[in-house]
């Protein structure tokens, strides 16, 4: 056997392999985007392209300080919270009505800003749109 004979079949080898391993790849990450999709969708709700009432005082009156998405922000060194992921999400819908109409500091009370219906509306806006409750 000439050690040229064994080269060739050693690439052809590694050759195949590459490409076994490409695919490997290529399946690998075929499935995640098809998985992180399906997972994401309760979070796909786009409050910037959203045409409710809701969302729009949600842009006016909570945007600033919860983030454009609800997503939460730093704000002075200060975090504030995610209206869809962590504590908001484990809350009463009376505590999320009494948060928006009372206000804790540093949020304000939003009773001289929204009507009681507004109120009850970013409630279930929360929990329907943002946090996919139904
Ligand atoms: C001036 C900034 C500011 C504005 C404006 C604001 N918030 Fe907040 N919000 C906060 C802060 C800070 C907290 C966390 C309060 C705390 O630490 O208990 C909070 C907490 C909350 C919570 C409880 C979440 C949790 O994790 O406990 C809800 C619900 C909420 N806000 C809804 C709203 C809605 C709806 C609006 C608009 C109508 C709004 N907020 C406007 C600053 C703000």
Sequence with gaps: ???????????SKV???????????????????ACSNGSAKRNEFSI???KSSE?????QNCAICHGQEGNGKQ?????????????AATKTEEE???QI????????SFKNQ???????SMVRFIRRDLQDVK
Excluded: H
């Design 1 to 11: 056997m000439s050690s040229k004979s064994e080269d060739q079949s050693l690439k």
């Design 75 to 87: 704000m002075d060194g200060r975090l504030i919270p995610s209206l869809r992921y962590g504590a």
């Design 15 to 33: 050759r195949s392999l590459k490409t076994k391993i490409a695919l490997a790849c290529l399946f690998t990450a075929l499935t995640i985007v």
């Design 48 to 50: 910037a392209e959203s």
């Design 55 to 59: 969302a729009s005082l949600f842009r």
């Design 101 to 108: 109409k009372e206000g804790k500091l540093p949020m304000p």
């Design 114 to 120: 929204l009507t009681e219906d507004e109120i009850k």
């Design 96 to 98: 999320i009505y009494l």
